[in-house]
């Protein structure tokens, strides 16, 4: 395990504050947030490359915070993987094996074990520089963790894949992960890596983190305007809510929702998108909430259309272009946004 508390940073005028969070053995917290959040800065704290100026880095209990990196079996893997060109991947792997003083027998044993298991032992005496991003990715990995390491750094591991093998290589990285079940801390500012990686997710913005939370937590149930903003939902309001019998009531000025959270006062609500459902007719459903409104925009956005009504406040749902197709909405029109209590979100 390993814990990481009230940890502090400075250099220049950049800084970390009150970093704390906990991952246990076979955990991946994914550290998600913008270019310039500190998430390098962190992990290089974690590895001891940077020293802190307060705060405390535990491993299973031990305090290693001012301890050399070579004393903290970590295991750090950069964006742009920091291998050897010259060098073949055989020899990239064993690097670390053999600066720790592994017999060169033994080393290769452990090599072509460890490439078994990524999948790249026929590669294994091709040069680093021939190699493809997934598989200098794969390489990289492998070196760090064949001198098993107690916990495994890794710092934006898909920024030099292209995007047509990123999910293949996400779900080997899950399941290679799992199977090492050792702690895991993944840096990335890519919201799609982190849903798909993470156990938890800390949310990092301008060396703070921001919300600690599950994947689900942090996207649907952000506990900030910027956390929200961050991961994509539009609908970020301003009300005055009630409770109302067994629901809360949520004034949005001219327009009331209906929500399943217990908050009562001044709040900030976020409704996502994709959780609204946009018809021509009043729905009958079990959703307790139904807005009419006028269509003020639309916009396409890959394989989503965003569709933007006046219905008191502004509202935008995401629908796919089959379903737009289907609806024919313009500017103009009257539709009807349909939404669970519970997909609104109050903090």
Do not use: W
């Not at 801390?185 to 938890?200: C, R, S, W």
């Amino acid at each position: 395990m390993i814990r990481v508390e009230s940890l502090s940073y400075r250099a220049g005028r950049f800084s970390l504050e009150d970093i704390s969070f906990t991952v246990d053995k076979g955990e991946t917290l994914v550290v998600l947030g913008p270019t310039g959040a500190g998430k390098t800065v962190l992990l290089e704290l974690i590895a001891g490359i940077r020293t802190p100026r307060g705060g405390t880095v535990r491993f299973d209990d031990v305090d290693l915070t001012y301890e050399p990196p070579e004393r903290r079996k970590v295991g750090l893997v950069y964006q742009d993987y920091l291998l050897f060109p010259h060098l073949t991947v055989a020899d990239n792997i064993a690097y670390g094996l053999r600066v720790s003083g592994m017999r060169s027998h033994e080393a290769r044993i452990k090599v072509q074990e460890i490439a078994l298991k990524f999948g790249i032992e026929h590669l294994l005496e091709r040069r680093t520089r021939n190699l493809s991003g997934g598989e200098q990715q794969r390489t990289a990995i492998a070196r760090t963790l064949v001198t098993e390491p107690k916990i495994l750094l890794l710092d934006e591991p898909f920024s030099a894949v292209d995007p047509n093998t990123k999910d293949q290589l996400m779900r080997e990285m899950s399941d290679m992960l799992e199977s090492f079940d050792m702690p895991v801390v993944y840096v990335t500012h890519d919201q799609v890596e982190a849903a798909e990686m993470a156990d938890m997710i800390a949310v990092m913005n301008k060396g703070r983190i921001v919300q600690v939370d599950t994947p689900e937590g942090v996207f649907a149930a952000p506990k900030s305007e910027f956390v929200a903003n961050f991961v994509g939902i539009r609908n970020v309001l301003r009300g005055q809510a009630r409770r109302v019998g067994d629901h809360t009531v949520v004034s949005l000025g001219v327009t009331e929702v209906c929500s399943s959270a217990g908050i009562e006062g001044n709040v900030n609500v976020t409704i996502r998108p994709e959780d609204i459902i946009v018809s021509k007719e009043r729905l009958v459903s079990s959703a307790r909430n139904s807005l009419s409104g006028k269509v003020v925009s639309v916009s396409e956005k890959g394989p989503l259309v965003f569709v933007t009504a006046d219905c008191g406040t502004q509202l935008t749902a995401a629908i796919t272009r089959e379903s737009f197709r289907e609806l024919r909405v313009t500017v103009g029109d009257t539709i009807y946004m349909t939404f669970k209590a519970s997909s609104v979100n109050l903090f």
